[in-house]
């Protein structure tokens, strides 16, 4: 656990432990819950996809390809519920593999044409 005041910048680090030198680290998605077991029923996206869904979702420079830093603004679920849960979705991919999820970006869906 850890503990931060509403609207408190939280920072967060994600670190790929390996020997290989060529990988790549890349966040894709980070989801809160007010419970730890169940991220699909109540939730809020703070990144889906590698687009930013919060407002206060913000990247950091990393010195290393193998890490990535972020953070976004602490918050808390309806019903005072004091505890979120978040749970994030990283790829790893080679280094220099430009057609790889890793340097695609933000992927955002676009919608279907409805007309006839």
Not at 14 to 20: I, R
Not at 104 to 115: A, F, L, V, Y
């Amino acid at each position: 656990p850890y503990c931060v005041d509403i609207n408190q910048n939280l920072f967060l680090e994600a670190y790929l432990h390996s020997s290989d030198s060529n990988l790549v680290l890349f966040l894709d998605t980070c989801v809160a819950s007010p419970t730890p077991h169940n991220f699909t029923a109540v939730t809020y996206d703070i990144i889906r996809n590698g687009c930013a869904q919060d407002q206060t979702y913000a990247t950091y420079y990393s010195p290393y390809k193998h890490m990535v830093r972020f953070k976004f603004n602490a918050f808390q679920f309806i019903h005072n519920n004091p505890l979120v849960y978040v749970q994030c979705e990283l790829v790893v991919c080679r280094a220099y593999d430009y057609s790889s999820r890793c340097y695609q970006g933000c992927i955002s869906r676009s919608k279907r044409d409805t007309s006839s």
